[in-house]
């Protein structure tokens, strides 16, 4: 569904990632591990279109998306889900998600059915549609900020450390969300320091490490590397 092959992104004279190779098959939950600063944010822009690779390719269903507009890539139907959420605060829940629609200009049914699909999801959402955005907690922020992703029926979600700064127990509820989106028909690339949480729900995962990819593997291959668990599961 989604390859990168080869992907190098700079951001002046330095080399923020380097001859990256991912690739994303439909239906899969893929997971990018790596501690701060190692390059996974830099990806998911690259793959959104707000950075410019120097070299390589990446290609979505077949097609080089390299190049393309932001707003184009969230046509084609890849949405990025923002670390730091970037909820417009002072506007309510409910025109928050009205607005992760716009890019789409989807028909009015249609935004009837996603705002009632994200209401099934995250009843907490419904009961505080009225409530401006600032006015949530952390978590129910981020699910919003999740919610408004999927006003633009993507078919790739990119999900940057939808886990932190959030209570243990609200880790796993948002885990359980995100796997259940998968389960709806969304496959989802996600980046996470929580690796723990993540590769139990990730069918394979990548590590970064300075803004090149040092290992790959299924899920089950990387809980078991002992370098992955002393850097990133601490047992
Ligand atoms: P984080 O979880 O902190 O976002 P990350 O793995 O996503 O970490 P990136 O944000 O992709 O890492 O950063 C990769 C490298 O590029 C880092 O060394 C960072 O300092 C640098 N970098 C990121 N954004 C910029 C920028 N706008 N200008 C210059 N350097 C940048």
């Known amino acids: 569904m989604l390859k990168l092959n080869g992907v190098s992104v700079k951001y002046g004279s330095y080399t923020a990632i380097q001859k990256v190779n991912i690739e ?3 239906g899969e939950i893929v997971v990018l591990l790596g501690s701060n600063g190692a390059g ?3 990806t998911f822009r690259t793959i ?3 950075n ?4 390589g390719e990446i290609h979505f269903e077949k097609t080089s998306i390299k190049g393309r507009s932001p707003d184009r890539i969230v046509q084609s139907g890849i949405v990025q889900c923002a ?4 909820l417009f605060s002072e506007m309510t829940v409910h025109e928050n998600l009205r607005m992760g629609a716009y890019v789409h200009r989807r028909k009015k049914d ?3 059915q996603s705002l009632a699909t994200v209401y099934d999801l995250f009843p907490i959402l419904k009961d505080k ?3 401006s955005a600032g006015s949530l907690s952390g978590g129910q922020q981020q699910m919003l900020a999740i919610g408004r992703a999927l006003m633009s029926k993507p078919r790739l979600m990119l999900l940057d450390e939808p886990s932190v700064g959030l209570a243990p127990l609200i880790v796993e509820q948002m885990f359980d969300v995100i796997q259940q989106i998968n389960k709806d028909g969304t496959t989802i690339l996600l980046a996470e320091q929580n690796a723990n949480a993540a590769l139990r729900i990730a069918t394979k995962g990548y590590v970064f490490e300075n803004g090149s990819i040092v290992l790959e593997g299924t899920s089950d291959e990387l809980f078991a590397n002992d370098e992955v668990r002393k850097a990133y599961i601490g047992a």
Do not use: D, H, W, Y
């Not at 410019?52 to 070299?55: A, D, L, R, T, V």
């Not at 670390?83 to 970037?86: A, F, L, N």
């Open 48 to 50: 959104s279109g707000l």
């Open 110 to 112: 249609e935004i009837k």
């Open 24 to 26: 994303v098959n439909e």
């Open 52 to 55: 410019k690779p120097f070299e």
């Open 83 to 86: 670390e730091g959420r970037k």
């Open 40 to 42: 996974k944010s830099t």
């Open 129 to 131: 549609r009225n409530n």
